[in-house]
């Protein structure tokens, strides 16, 4: 299995900031994925974290609204920048260790935006 | 592109039944995986079960099962003598095999629970 730390577990920002959320894994993995559930729905992938290159984005998703930083095997960032009350979302970090098949997950970020 | 569909919005079901949920998916890969993903009040993502795509048998944990139809797309997921620490969303997710690519989702079904 892996343990996934996820930081910061909720915040309540204010229209037009930018929140970082981080996310740390105690053992290195080859695959870290970025994932957005909004309220009520499913979780929509948003982006692969990849060590040493960008991130690579899923249509309607692009890096200037979502940045992500992955600088090495256990540690990845993604920002919600000009954040609007549209953001408020659940965020997850996900991450399959190398060989394996199961996807773990943080515990998520529940974002608000007023 | 690969899409995971869930018909079941909510399913109710007496504490101790036996309860089927079901998910189809669409692809045009034959090396994928697919998973039922278990999501409680406390947000947390838990992996209930998965089947590789090219495994026939179906895969079996403890009072959870699959009947995987590959022909026909559909991965349904059984739960035996259900309890109430298995009411929660399920979601039925694939995956591409071989790949670096992350998760597919249906949209899930919450399950409840009746004592």
């Known amino acids: 299995s892996a343990v996934i730390s996820q930081k910061p577990s909720r915040d309540i920002c204010q229209r037009g900031t930018s929140l970082t959320i981080q996310c740390q894994v105690d053992?290195?993995?080859?695959?870290m994925f970025w994932y957005r559930q909004q309220p009520g729905q499913s979780l929509t992938l948003i982006a692969t974290?990849?060590?040493?290159?960008?991130?690579?984005?899923e249509s309607g998703f692009v890096i200037d609204k979502f940045p992500i930083s992955r600088p090495n095997l256990t540690f990845s960032t993604l920002t919600v920048s000009n954040m609007s009350p549209e953001d408020s979302s659940i965020y997850l970090c996900s991450v399959v260790k190398t060989g394996g098949t199961e996807a773990f997950f943080g515990q998520g970020t529940r974002l608000t935006v007023v | 592109a690969q899409t995971v569909t869930q018909s079941q919005p909510e399913m109710s079901v007496q504490e101790a039944e036996t309860v089927t949920l079901s998910c189809t998916y669409d692809t045009s890969e034959s090396d994928y995986y697919l998973f039922w993903y278990k999501q409680p009040p406390s947000r947390q993502m838990i992996l209930v079960i998965r089947q590789e795509a090219y495994k026939q048998q179906n895969a079996t944990e403890n009072r959870f099962s699959v009947n995987f139809q590959k022909a026909a797309k559909s991965f349904s997921l059984k739960i035996s003598d259900s309890q109430l620490g298995d009411a929660a969303m399920y979601f039925c997710?694939?995956?591409?095999?071989?790949?670096?690519?992350?998760?597919?989702f249906g949209k899930g079904t919450h399950l409840i629970i009746q004592p």
């Open positions: 974290a990849n060590q040493g290159s960008e991130a690579t984005y």
């Open positions: 997710a694939y995956r591409r095999g071989g790949g670096a690519d992350g998760l597919t």
């Open positions: 053992s290195q993995v080859t695959m």
